[in-house]
Every structure is written in C-alpha cells, then in structure tokens.
C-alpha cells in the first residue's frame, strides 16, 4: 500500500505502470497455481473430492506442499482383542489412527464407537488366534473397502504410526504395483516384514492375497492356532509375486530404517546391549544405534505405551524448536523397471509348495 500511494503522488504515467506490473504478476501467480493443481494430478489416484477444478488458489498451494492425504489414501487396519480395546486402542484412535484416511480395529467383539469389529469368533480373539484374525481382518477390509483405498496398513494396537511420513515414502511408488513395505526380516531363508513394526500392502498385493493366497494352504498356510503371523504373510504375498520393499532402502536419499520392531528409543541410544540378538540374527541388514539408527522420515515404531503414544504427538505435532525451518521434497516416483529391478522376488522355490518346505516351524 505504501508503494502505491508514493507511486500515485508521481503522476499518471507511474500509476498506469503499476497497474500493468499488477496485473502481469497476477497473470504469473494464476499460471503457476494452475501448474501446481495440474501437477497434483500425476498422483497415483485421487479422492472424490480432488477432482473438482475450482480450488480456491490458498488451498490448492497447502495441497500440494503438505497435505497428501486426499491423494495417498491409506487404509489402517489395528489388530486388537476385547482385553485391549480400552488400555491400547483407544489411545490409537485418539492419536495417530486420526491420520488415517479409514481406521479399522479387528478383534473378536464389535465395539461401535471406536470402529472396533468382529472378524473372528468370540473365542478365537487370543494371541494364538493372530494368524487367523489378520486373515480374515484383511478378507473384511478388502470386501467392504478394497476398491476406495490405495494402501492397507496393518499395526498392532502398541505401534505408533507417523502417516504424512507413511505418505512421503509411498509417493513414490504405485498402488497398482505388487508390493510391500516395512523392517525386513529373514527366517527359515524366508523374508518378510516385521508384523510389530507394521507392514502395508499395495491395493495389488491385497488383491492377490485375497484372490490366488488366501484359500490356497499350498502357498499360503490356512488359519490355524499359534501361526507366525508376519511370516506366514511373507510367504503368501511372495507365492503370489508380491515384491518386498525393505523401507530402509525405499527412498533413494537416505538408506536409513523407517519402521521399527523395538521401541524407537532402544536404537537412539548408543549401545550394543540395547538391541536383543534374536533382532540381529533375524534382519537383513546390520542394525546402527545412536545418530545413525533412524530415518529423519521414520514412520513406525512398535512396543508404543499409551502414554508414550501422547508424548509423541505433543513432540511431533505441538511443540516448536524457535528459529527452526527446513525445505522439503517429494521423492521421484519409480517407474516398474526400477522398482523390479531394485527389489527382484527372492528365489522361492522353497516355499512354492508349503507341503514340502525344507526347513519349517512346526505346526505349518
Ligand atoms: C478362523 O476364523 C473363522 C472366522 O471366525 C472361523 O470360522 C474359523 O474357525 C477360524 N479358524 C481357526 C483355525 O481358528
Ligand atoms: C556393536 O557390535 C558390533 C559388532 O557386533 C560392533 O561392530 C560395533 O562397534 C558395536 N557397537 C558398539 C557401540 O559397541
Ligand atoms: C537428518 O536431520 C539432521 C538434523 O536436521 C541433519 O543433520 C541430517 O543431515 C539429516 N539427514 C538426512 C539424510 O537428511
Ligand atoms: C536360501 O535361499 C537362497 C536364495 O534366496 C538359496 O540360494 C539358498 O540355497 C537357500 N538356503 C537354504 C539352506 O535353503
């Protein structure tokens, strides 16, 4: 305003010049919206709601330097049990399960208000049931909401989940892919992904397990008591070409892990003890503690009491450090030749037949 009146007091001429100067500049500012709403486009999939062009210029900006939400839907399904509903779930769907485009819990017993429903039988609700919930968790997620979602996250109910960190690493890959993410691990020389650190499948990979793995017990075991949850899905998803992508190395800038199996405080201090052997022995790459333990984009941390849940989002959402500020990119999405090259199936002629399987568990 200032300007212009200095600018009035010099005559016409001037003021003719600052209107013409206004008037590019606003031409300038509607052509660069317009390019970063065309830009939102090339997103994998969007909701019902980004289709429409006539955003308000403010909004379409947030879209795009923050809020991927509308455009990465993600799916949460919280395994839980009737025990655990008021000391676990609860705090997820007060805390991080808000971030969600969909929150599901799955257990044994319906609980309406916080969207807790019954996949299993009342009495096959327990730990040893844990294969069986996830099955048949997954089979209701798929049939009531297989086609609205691009991603289907499964976390226990003592995991905390940083979902715009979730959305960062996945913009770069398609949903349409085969794939899933999360801490790699290897038993009995099969990989699979940590089921405490939390997983997520692709639309596709959920597609195929429910298609080709799900009623198969030659590929993919059948439910039964007491099955390794995670690893049993690493073999179903493998037998069916689902590609795993350890989240260590899923983002090209920084080969750091993104989810973890063990309280997120065990790695940051610098001590061998803090890391249990079972936990080196079962994952596929070495395990760093101090500064260089975790991704700066971390995005799921197991064993997660509900207070710690509470302290997690005042740090991460609430409080500021005065004078800080940093710039940030969306990585580039993979085309399928990298992505098949990067992160080929294993050899799985092992596991092609579960009958005859080398090396097993018992009760497989
Ligand atoms: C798995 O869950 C389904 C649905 O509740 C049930 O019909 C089936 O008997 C369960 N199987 C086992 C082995 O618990
Ligand atoms: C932890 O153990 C590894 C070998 O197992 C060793 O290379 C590393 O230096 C140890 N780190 C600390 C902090 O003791
Ligand atoms: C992670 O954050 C720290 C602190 O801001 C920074 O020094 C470091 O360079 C970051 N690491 C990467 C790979 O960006
Ligand atoms: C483990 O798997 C690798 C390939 O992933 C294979 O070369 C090796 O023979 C397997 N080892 C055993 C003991 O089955």
Redo the contacts with the bound molecule.
């Keep these: 305003m200032a300007k212009l009146r200095s600018w009035q007091l010099r005559g016409q001429l001037h003021l003719l010049t600052g209107f013409i100067t206004g008037f590019v500049c606003a031409f300038m500012l509607l052509l660069f919206i317009y390019d970063v709403h065309n830009g939102i486009s090339c997103w994998p999939t969007s909701s019902s709601s980004s289709g429409s062009s006539d955003y308000t210029s403010s909004r379409a900006m947030n879209r795009f330097s923050a809020d991927l939400s509308p455009a990465i839907r993600v799916l949460c399904m919280v395994l839980t049990c009737p025990d655990y509903v008021e000391r676990y779930a609860q705090h997820v769907y007060a805390t991080w399960g808000q971030r969600c485009n969909k929150l599901i819990f799955v257990s044994s017993e319906n609980y309406e208000p916080l969207g807790v429903v019954q996949v299993v039988d009342s009495d096959g609700g327990n730990y040893e049931d844990l294969w069986n919930k996830t099955r048949e968790g997954f089979r209701y997620v798929w049939l009531e909401y297989g086609a609205q979602y691009d991603w289907f996250l499964k976390a226990d109910d003592d995991t905390y989940v940083i979902m715009e960190n979730l959305r960062h690493m996945l913009s770069a890959y398609d949903p349409d892919m085969p794939i899933y993410f999360g801490y790699q691990m290897r038993r009995y020389?099969v990989s699979y992904m940590s089921g405490g650190a939390s997983y997520v499948l692709s639309r596709e990979a959920l597609r195929r397990f429910m298609s080709e793995a799900y009623s198969s017990a030659k590929i993919c075991p059948a439910a039964k008591k007491t099955g390794i949850e995670d690893f049993y899905m690493g073999i179903c998803l493998q037998n069916v070409g689902v590609h795993l992508i350890d989240s260590k190395r899923a983002l090209p800038a920084e080969q750091k892990p993104k989810f973890f199996p063990l309280d997120v405080a065990k790695y940051l201090f610098n001590s061998n003890v803090s890391i249990p052997d079972w936990l080196r022995e079962m994952s596929v790459s070495q395990i760093a503690t101090g500064n260089d333990c975790c991704s700066n984009y971390s995005i799921a941390f197991h064993y997660t009491k509900p207070e710690r849940m509470y302290l997690y989002e005042f740090l991460l959402y609430n409080l500021r450090v005065f004078g800080r500020s940093y710039e940030e990119q969306l990585p580039a999405q993979l085309t399928a030749e990298e992505l098949f090259e990067l992160f080929p199936i294993?050899?799985n002629l092992?596991i092609r037949d579960l009958s005859q399987m080398?090396?097993k568990p018992e009760n497989f």
Excluded: C, F, L
């Design positions: 020389n294993e050899n092992d080398h090396e």
